[in-house]
């Protein structure tokens, strides 16, 4: 780790930040907490950051709206997406709004830094095909941003009813945790 690293941080989750900040400390990375879109904008219009680190679901709020807003601001900035509620569809339109790479929760700080690091010799395939429960996840996951994470809108997609898609949402959020 070089001295001289600021990292923004993006998170609705203040405790989560707070820890966040004084792992990244004790790393030599000095860090600026944001927990919504406009204090993000308001650092990135007051510091210069190296890195970033966003969540995907701010407050209701999506972390991919806000992402090619930071890019605007600092072209250079490396954005890294932390989610609980991990999927194919979000890792990609993640990428493809330009985040350096994708994690899933819980991380520890050294996988964080070394999120930012290049792959080498690309991702890791796995040898047995997805269950069931992991393909209707992806499906909601995709139609779930198609729609910018509008769970009515998603739920009226997929012809569910919307308590019906909140149920499948929160259960498997246990999942991942």
């Not at 407050?59 to 890294?80: F, K, M, R, T, Y």
């Not at 070394?114 to 996840?137: D, I, K, T, Y």
């Not at 009226?156 to 999942?175: C, D, E, P, V, Y």
Request: aromatic share 4%.
């Amino acid at each position: 780790m070089t001295d001289g690293e600021r990292w923004l941080l993006i998170d609705d989750d203040e405790t989560f930040l707070q820890v966040l900040g004084r792992s990244l400390t004790r790393q030599g990375v000095e860090s600026v907490t944001a927990s919504n879109r406009e204090d993000a904008l308001r650092a990135l219009d007051e510091n210069r950051f190296n890195r970033c680190v966003l969540d995907l679901n701010l407050a209701g709020e999506s972390g991919l709206q806000l992402l090619p807003e930071l890019l605007q601001h600092d072209d250079n900035l490396e954005v890294l997406v932390l989610t609980g509620y991990g999927s194919i569809a979000t890792a990609v339109e993640a990428m493809r709004r330009g985040a350096a790479n994708y994690l899933c929760k819980p991380v520890t700080v050294s996988q964080l830094i070394q999120g930012f690091a290049p792959l080498e010799g690309g991702p890791a395939l796995r040898q047995e095909p997805p269950s069931v429960e992991e393909m209707e996840w992806e499906h909601i996951q995709r139609v779930l941003n198609e729609h910018e994470g509008n769970i009515s809108a998603t739920a009226r997609a997929l012809n569910m009813h919307r308590r019906t898609l909140q149920r499948k949402l929160q259960k498997h959020s246990r999942w991942r945790q």
